[in-house]
């Protein structure tokens, strides 16, 4: 039996891949393309002849057929009949690309650090899955972009200058986001529910969205150049929410930097969909940071400097009872 | 290389040594305690006892005839450990044995400590060691020092210059010499005397940034400047202290 997979029709994007137009130019045409609701069939993974002899490409396709079996996606070999193909190929500087196609159309392209699994199942996530709000048209209210869960359990803030200097210089993060100070070793954290009022766009109605779950994660941080960024593994993980919030199982050590982040899982008239990991990108509001710029290709800017992930929540455990003061370093 | 070697190493080729600055990093204390301090307010005996010295603990056979040398630092770390307590726990006394080397069943002890043996709780009283306690500390103490890295600098430079017929020779600030980092880790075992339980574990770690340095005024030598902190000593006491505060009962409502 066929799934339906995910709904897009991302022609418009086609002319933008590539380019470095204004960014307010091209969010629209995207977003308004991801709002689209369209079973297309099956999508079929391949390499290309250049690389179909590489273990490494064969192991990736392997892991992304796996994933997203996993997140109800039919995935097939290499089908020409497919209506959706995602193709892997190397760039010309080395660096590797997944195209995605559809009738023979190259409709978005994502470029890959490397074959691991964890590329895999990102360029699953962001080819196929992904869901983006519409361009509200509105400045950002805050740290937290609208295509990101916001937390409620405290407010994302950003340090000044001064208050950067008073605490400890080597605590500034990428877009100097605040360390919120944890008051338990087994905190909890909450954040908005989905979907927001402006989930819903005109055509839609709340009931389109179905089986609404959310992932949290959160991970030791550590200082890595001049921002932080996670741990390879995360230091707890929850899936199958189904309330906006979650409590630790596992105490947190002392005076320590962890940044956590979280998705809403879901089906949009009956195919998988999810949100972004949710973190503070518009820090640097005047750069209109956002994680798909990377995605588009869209690469002269700071944003592809850093990875979606060096923008997650930043939270410092309790401070050791032991000790005079904390010192993270 | 980060910041703050760089402002080491700036501060000392400019005959300025940043005392303060390069000493920025502190000690990092972390514990676990696992059984609650009774009466914190009241006053406590404790007694410390040097578990292993950078990987050299009594039970092996080449430190047994370094003894002397285990019992010199034994007292330097009650020293400096019993200042840091003196800041945070005064109700608190270490009670200094003096028997160290002299009583092979002590010797033991000290080694099952070590080792993180359960020790039962008639060794510990007071018939057995000549006095009345209330916890006994094992520490462990790890110090070491990365390789040298070798370091030269310009500072500052002055082409020279022809003022009519006087030619100011040009001037070149600079020195040479090498970085390191000087690491003492320090780990601590809390056993109740009472009941021979484990009651918590405290660590203390240090690295600081550490050079010599000779500056040079285009060719003419100038003092040389060389910075080592002594982790070790710092890191003790700041152990020290935190022993004072589990004693005190900060810990109580953070049991694992």
Redesign the interface.
């Known amino acids: 039996m066929r799934n339906p997979v995910a709904p897009l029709v991302l022609l418009p994007a086609l002319a933008m891949c590539g380019c470095s137009s204004a960014p307010s130019k091209i969010e629209l045409p995207v977003l308004a393309s991801y709002q689209s609701v369209e079973s297309y069939g099956f999508v079929a993974l391949e390499a290309e002849a250049t690389l179909s002899g590489s273990t490494d490409v064969r192991e990736f396709l392997a892991a992304a057929q796996d994933y997203a079996l996993a997140r109800g996606i039919e995935v097939k070999g290499a089908e020409p009949s497919a209506d959706s193909r995602i193709v892997v190929s190397a760039d010309d500087d080395g660096a590797y690309l997944a195209g995605l196609y559809r009738s023979g159309v190259q409709i978005d392209e994502l470029r890959l650090a490397g074959l691991s699994e964890a590329d895999a199942q990102r360029a699953i996530d962001e080819m196929l899955l992904l869901w983006h709000p519409p361009d509200l048209g509105r400045k950002p209210r805050g740290p937290v972009p609208e295509f990101a869960l916001r937390p409620t359990s405290y407010a994302v803030k950003k340090d000044s200058f001064f208050a950067l200097m008073k605490d400890n210089v080597e605590h500034m993060n990428i877009g100097h986001q605040s360390w919120h100070q944890l008051a338990s070793?087994t905190p909890s954290f909450s954040w908005e529910a989905f979907p927001r009022e402006w989930d819903v766009v005109p055509g839609m109605s709340r009931d389109d969205f179905r089986n609404v779950r959310y992932e949290f994660r959160i991970y030791p941080a550590h200082l890595k150049g001049i921002g932080y960024r996670v741990r390879a593994s995360a230091l707890e993980e929850a899936s199958g929410l189904t309330e906006p919030h979650y409590t630790l199982q596992e105490?947190l050590?002392?005076?320590r930097q962890y940044m956590w982040t979280v998705r809403a899982v879901f089906e949009l008239n009956g195919v998988p969909r999810q949100t972004e990991w949710a973190g503070a990108f518009n820090l640097y509001q005047s750069m209109q940071e956002k994680p798909w710029f990377s995605r588009r290709n869209l690469r002269r800017t700071l944003a592809a400097r850093f990875d979606p992930s060096s923008y997650f929540f930043t939270v410092r455990s309790?401070k050791?009872?032991?000790?005079?003061?904390c010192?993270?370093? | 290389m980060n910041t703050s070697v760089n402002v080491c190493r700036l501060g000392a080729l400019l005959g300025v040594v940043l005392l303060v600055a390069c000493g920025g990093p502190q000690t990092r204390i972390d514990g676990r305690q696992y059984v609650a301090v009774k009466n914190p307010e009241q006053p406590k005996n404790v007694m410390l006892v040097l578990g292993s010295y950078s990987g050299c603990a009594p039970e092996d056979r080449e430190c047994r005839d370094r003894l002397p040398v285990l019992a010199k630092l034994q007292a330097e770390f009650e020293s400096c450990i019993d200042s840091g307590l003196g800041r945070t726990a005064p109700q608190v006394t270490l009670v200094r044995h003096a028997r160290w080397g002299e009583s092979a069943d002590l010797e033991r002890l000290i080694a099952e400590l070590a080792a993180g043996k359960p020790v039962s709780a008639d060794r510990l009283a007071p018939a057995e060691i000549g006095f009345e306690l209330d916890y006994l500390v094992s520490i462990g103490v790890e110090k070491s020092s990365s390789d040298k890295e070798f370091v030269a600098e310009i500072v500052a430079a002055d082409p020279g210059a022809a003022a009519g017929p006087i030619i100011i020779p040009p001037t070149v600030v600079w020195g040479f010499g090498q970085q390191w980092t000087n690491t003492a880790a320090i780990k601590t075992r809390v056993f109740s005397a009472r009941t021979g339980k484990l009651t918590g574990e405290l660590s203390a770690d240090l690295t600081e940034d550490a050079f010599w340095v000779l500056p040079v005024i285009t060719v003419i030598p100038l003092v040389p400047i060389s910075w080592s902190p002594d982790v070790e000593t710092k890191s003790c006491k700041e152990m020290g202290e935190a022993l004072g505060r589990f004693f005190s009962g900060a810990g109580n409502q953070y049991l694992e």
């Open positions: 070793r105490k050590d002392f005076c309790p050791n009872p032991f000790a005079e003061a010192v993270y370093h």
